[in-house]
């Protein structure tokens, strides 16, 4: 056995420990963290399709485009392809994101 192996051994061991459970891109499970809030979360989702539930209790599921510190862009909304929407990120309950194909 050569004194090269072990160091491979080592790596290899490593490389399955970071990638055991790790899910396919878009798969991934979310998570939060304590400074985490309604802006960072959406921005981490930029480019993903998401569902937001409003105070009122309409949801719109739409691809987040841009989030700012008061306001959210979703387009391609489910149902009215042809239409964006600009939501208050103060008058939002819940963001939905889909976890499994």
Not at 27 to 52: F, H, M, Y
Not at 81 to 86: I, N, P, Q, R, Y
Request: proline residues 6%.
């Amino acid at each position: 056995m050569s004194a090269a192996m072990p160091k491979f051994a080592a790596v290899l061991v490593l490389f399955a420990a970071f990638t055991a459970g790790t899910a396919p891109a878009g798969a991934a499970e979310p998570r939060i963290g304590p400074r985490d809030n309604v802006e960072s979360i959406l921005i981490a989702q930029k480019d993903k399709r998401v569902t937001i539930r409003l105070a009122s209790g309409l949801e719109l599921t739409g691809i987040v485009r841009t989030v700012t510190p008061k306001m959210l862009h979703l387009g391609a909304i489910t149902g009215r392809e042809l239409f964006d929407a600009f939501v208050p990120l103060d008058q939002m309950e819940a963001i939905l994101i889909r976890t499994k194909e």
